[in-house]
């Protein structure tokens, strides 16, 4: 896996708790509505996802782009700052 040097840095009021498939955990909100989403990235495949209906349904999703974060569950690292 190759490190990006991508830096998200997350409001520590946003980050949620781990589960036992999901780490780095973090609410986005809609620009479009007043729907929260999370986004986290699985623990073993190390890819991102989004709790959204276009990454439900399609593996593709406006929330991990504006985060320059790949969809297609392509394995990707980043560093993660709580702040």
């Excluded at 991102?48 to 999703?61: I, V």
Aim: net charge positive; charged share 25%; hydrophobic share 30%.
């Amino acid at each position: 896996m190759e490190n990006s040097g991508i830096v998200i840095r997350i409001d520590h009021n946003v980050a949620l708790p781990d589960n036992d498939q999901w780490y780095n955990r973090f609410e986005v909100r809609s620009e479009s509505s007043n729907r929260v989403y999370i986004i986290a990235q699985h623990k073993k495949k190390k890819h991102w996802g989004c709790s959204c209906p276009g990454w439900k349904a399609h593996r593709k999703c406006k929330h991990l782009a504006a985060l320059n974060l790949p969809n297609y569950e392509e394995s990707h690292e980043v560093t993660i700052e709580n702040y």
